[in-house]
């Protein structure tokens, strides 16, 4: 079998086996290698995915923020260096005013986030969810008392420590500096400049058509019994600056295509885009280097070699990864509408683009 063949065949066993529902998509330069749906976009009404189907993406938009931040910088609005309290009003706050628009973008600020995440991060989620009305979470300054009054981690550029909340404030920054709403802002300029034709902003609770719903899968280990239930209690019912926009398979490749080719941003940016600033942990996990940049994930060799970049996204009933790789020219995405689903599977398919590489 091929490259292609072992992808489908691959994904296709997940699927049989409730693994993996949604659309998988690979381009090698402008040409699509495969492009495969399945599952269900409705289980209720057993709608199919298709490979238009657009799906809810997680903190795969934290790559439309810095890009959105990065355009404001090339405008001379601000720049890396500038703190955010000089952008926002945070003087009741415990936000250090030493931390700049680069150490959020890095996750290096050392602020609190408004959701921990940790080992136990299912039983905490359960606690916020109870303690905290998902609903009334609608804006990006909604968040603001999650997190703001809360004592930071770590001086800010001590080290890096993955952080939704620095994304909050981004977002807030572009609202403050462009006079309108960050969805608006990336609706104008990111996604419409990128010819995503399909992305946008949709609440869980929205009407709206070609969207696929999210699912949980609940199993019982004693019984064997599988049930589904719908995300809608369970994650932030509105998108923000740290994620939640929707989109196709298409819509991804071609929000790459234009990111990588500098029609988004400056040539200096772009160059800044996509390139690491900051390590993730001390040493190699998995044989691999992690680094994070501006809203973008880098995974090196141990002898430094990039092998590939791009973000993941998680949530309740969501499960994406968009991946370029620069040695084979190949964009990966996987776009899921079950919760974990992608995490393996792009692994999987990682695995296959080493082995031809």
């Known amino acids: 079998m091929n490259f292609v063949e072992q992808v489908r065949t691959v994904v296709a066993e997940k699927a049989q086996v409730d ?59 601000l720049s890396l260096t500038t703190p955010i309290t000089e952008l926002l009003e945070f003087s009741q706050t415990t936000i250090p005013t030493n931390v700049t ?36 979470l609608r804006r990006n300054a909604d968040y603001l008392p999650l997190f703001s009054q809360k004592p930071p981690h770590f001086a800010a550029g001590e080290r890096y420590k993955y952080n939704n909340a620095g994304y909050i404030l981004l977002g807030l920054a572009i609202e403050a500096l462009t006079g309108q709403t960050y969805f608006d802002t990336v609706r104008q300029h990111v996604f419409a400049r990128a010819n995503m034709a399909q992305a946008d902003f949709i609440s869980l ?65 772009t160059e800044a885009m996509l390139k690491p600033h900051i390590s993730q942990s001390d040493g190699p996990i998995s044989g691999y280097l992690w680094q994070y940049g501006f809203g973008n994930e880098f995974v090196l060799s141990t002898a430094g070699e990039l092998i590939r970049w791009g973000h993941t996204g998680e949530e309740d009933g969501v499960s994406c990864r968009v991946l370029h790789y620069p040695g084979p020219g190949l964009d990966v995405i996987i776009l899921g509408n079950q919760s974990w689903c992608a995490g393996t599977l792009g692994w999987e398919i990682h695995d296959l683009i080493k082995a031809m590489m």
């Not at 136990?120 to 009334?136: D, F, K, S």
């Open 101 to 136: 628009i680069k150490h959020l973008l890095t996750m290096s600020s050392g602020i609190a986030d408004w959701f921990e995440e940790s080992e136990n991060w299912e039983a905490e989620w359960a606690a916020l969810c109870q303690e905290q009305p998902l609903y009334l």
């Open 205 to 269: 609770d929205g009407v709206t058509s070609n969207l696929a719903e999210g699912y949980v899968l609940e199993e019982d280990d004693e019984s064997e019994k599988k049930t589904w239930r719908k995300n809608i209690y369970s994650t932030t019912p509105e998108a923000a600056a740290d994620g939640g926009a929707v989109a196709t398979a298409v819509d991804l490749w071609r929000f790459s295509e234009a990111l990588r080719n500098g029609r988004l941003i400056s040539p200096a940016s």
């Open 19 to 77: 693994k993996f529902s949604g659309v998988v998509a690979i381009w090698q330069a402008d040409e699509p290698l495969l492009e495969y749906a399945c599952g269900l976009a409705h289980r209720g009404w057993q709608i199919a995915n298709r490979l238009d189907t657009r799906f809810r993406l997680a903190s795969v938009s934290k790559m439309f923020t810095a890009v959105a931040i990065l355009q404001l910088i090339d405008q001379n609005k």
